[in-house]
């Protein structure tokens, strides 16, 4: 903690020539930096990293460890196969670089989609540059650790939090996330990592002995029992690890907490914006997609084992081309229920209480929903009132697939969802359709999964994030949408807009995102968001945190607090309690 944080500068945002400057000072500081950076010896063999300064007061530098591997390639045979450990490698091994990502499909067809992310949808340009370089050899993590003292934890090991990225099971990296910002501002060892993703062995799965499927949640517990073996050599504490991830990220969160694989792998968890209780978070059709995708690249056979090593002779390309639509609010290769990683169905398993040994950290953001609605016809202007009910109409005979109730729930939506004090209104009608898409598909299962890890007083905090970034890629109708708080939690207002959140951020920003920082963090060293580092930094000039006075109490079923995370913080209870109980208590009844 440097006394320099206790006055926060404006971000930077550099000239094309002073940035330039600085990557050659970089560079000439890099050259000799390298030579003092340690190496570290881990189970497989020796690495070193590069020290890295970054462009801020605020933050000492940090050495990174770029593209270190935790498993053996899963190529050949072992496509479709559990990941097994790395091999060992002689000498000292430069991991300096980010290794190829996991192969997945650049057509914008697949990437546009309702649950990926707002800052990457809105950027497929910059995005598809991290995802050009690919290979079936991609399980590889990056690791970054802060070199400055922490003055609330001098001379012990740093907690560790490894995140998860999302991108709907099918896309995405963790080299896209630059752990360098939450790493320095937070003393903590930040881990992204790769995964297998969507067709290719991922999430594949025949339904049976011959691909079980559950392959990308084994490569993060492999990623998990490589941080357990290693992290100690980095001055991690492998008894402090935080798992993290938001999206597609957070609802595999939410099933490593419900997996006894994962068991004295990590010990606390932040779920941001998904849930293993989400209608997208499981596959339970999973033999039905492996058998469309071996149909389109010509290993349509009954037989399973024959039909898996029919896709083990085609190329990767050729599968993750594919186009397999799942029905509407599904995915098409996502975890499944296999009896081993996965032992029963998530709500039973949450229900007895598997998941009840970790701390666990959760939340929302405000307008999840708002690339539902993006989609229909003059939304700009709002939503027509067929529109409306042609939306609700859709999204029932998707969802619900039992028609003798189908016209009850289609109203029974109508009606909760219409403001009858403005009803007649397009932009209001927007906006409780935002509501509508964003409460099914993440609050009520959030809720859900508090209330169920709550109850025998398993500590659990509940937030809503209510603030995003002024964008010209964010609609101006638009709340805080699906993905909205990853910039914040990365620090990037601190260091000014990048590439892939191209933001005007302000001083509030800068402001927030060391506020969400310090809770983060904070969950990761103790389980207590607000211990050990209080949010009493005064920041821009004299102007007070607005956070200081708000202790984020514990969320328990009976009063369901919740932190409000936005320029006017606060603590409240019952978050969309009526809508939520509608889903929740009514509609399985209907």
């Known amino acids: 903690c440097r006394p320099t944080r206790c006055i926060v500068r404006s971000p930077s945002v550099y000239s094309g020539f002073n940035m330039r400057l600085l990557l050659m000072l970089h560079r000439g500081y890099t050259n000799e930096a390298q030579q003092s950076v340690p190496v570290i010896s881990t189970v497989q063999g020796r690495i070193r990293g590069i020290l890295t300064p970054l ?8 050495v990174q460890y770029l593209g270190v591997p935790y498993a053996r390639p899963p190529t050949g045979d072992r496509r479709f196969q559990p990941p097994e450990p790395p091999l060992p490698w002689p000498g000292i091994r430069n991991v300096t670089q980010f290794a190829p990502v996991c192969p997945q499909s650049l057509d914008e067809r697949n990437i546009l989609g309702d649950m990926m992310p707002s800052w990457l949808t809105a950027n497929l340009d910059i995005a598809a540059t991290y995802l050009t370089h690919q290979s079936e050899d991609c399980l590889y993590l990056n690791i970054y650790v802060p070199t400055e003292e922490d003055i609330h934890e001098e001379g012990g090991q740093r907690p560790v939090m490894v995140f998860v990225h999302g991108g709907s099971y099918t896309e995405g990296t963790g080299n896209m996330m630059d752990g360098s910002v939450l790493a320095s501002y937070g003393n903590v060892i930040v881990i992204t990592l790769n995964y297998r993703l969507g067709v290719l062995a991922g999430f594949l799965s025949t339904g049976d002995q011959s691909a079980k499927g559950n392959y990308g949640l084994l490569d993060q517990i492999q990623a998990l029992r490589w941080v357990k073996e290693n992290i100690a050599a980095f001055g991690g504490d492998p008894s402090r690890v935080t798992v993290f991830g938001s999206g597609a990220g957070a609802s595999c969160v939410s099933l490593l907490t419900l997996s006894h694989y994962s068991e004295d792998l990590f010990h606390r968890a932040i779920i941001q914006s998904g849930s293993a209780l989400a209608s997208w978070a499981v596959n339970y059709q999973p033999s039905k997609y492996a058998r469309q995708l071996g149909e389109r690249v010509g290993c349509g056979i ?9 896709l083990k002779g085609r190329s990767y390309r050729e599968l993750v081309e594919q186009s397999i639509t799942p029905a509407k609010y599904h995915t098409a290769f996502a975890p499944v229920i296999d009896g081993d990683v996965i032992p029963d169905d998530p709500q039973i398993l949450m229900e007895q209480g598997e998941f009840l040994n970790y ?13 539902f609605v993006e989609g229909i016809v003059d939304s700009e202007d709002g939503v027509t009132a067929e529109d409306f009910d042609f939306a609700v109409s859709d999204f029932v005979d998707s969802l619900y697939g039992y028609p003798e109730g189908r016209d009850t729930l289609r109203e029974s939506i109508r009606f909760m969802y219409t403001d009858w004090a403005d009803r007649d209104n397009a932009e209001t009608r927007r906006k409780t359709l935002v509501a509508l898409f964003t409460d099914h598909q993440w609050v009520a299962p959030a809720i859900a999964t508090a209330d169920l890890h709550a109850q025998y007083g398993s500590p659990t905090y509940f937030y ?31 260091v000014g807009p990048t590439d892939l959140f191209n933001c005007n951020f302000s001083k509030n920003d800068v402001m927030l995102s060391a506020v969400v920082m310090t809770y983060w963090t904070n969950f990761a060293k103790t389980g207590d968001p607000n211990q050990p580092v209080p949010q009493d930094t005064k920041f821009i000039h004299t102007k007070p945190n607005r956070f200081e006075e708000v202790a984020w109490s514990k969320y328990t079923p009976k009063e369901q607090l919740y932190l409000h995370i936005g320029l006017k913080p606060r603590v409240r209870d019952h978050y969309r309690a009526t809508k939520i109980s509608f889903w929740l208590q009514l509609v399985p009844h209907l």
């Open 302 to 310: 009954d037989d399973s084992s024959q039909l898996v090593t029919c």
């Open 359 to 371: 701390d666990v950290m959760l939340g929302v953001n405000q307008g999840e929903g708002v690339k």
């Open 464 to 494: 809503s994030f209510y603030h995003h970034c002024q964008s010209d890629a964010t609609p101006p109708w638009a709340d805080s949408a699906h993905g909205d708080e990853v910039p914040y939690v990365f620090g990037v207002p601190m």
């Open 55 to 62: 462009p801020s007061d605020l933050l000492g530098p940090v």
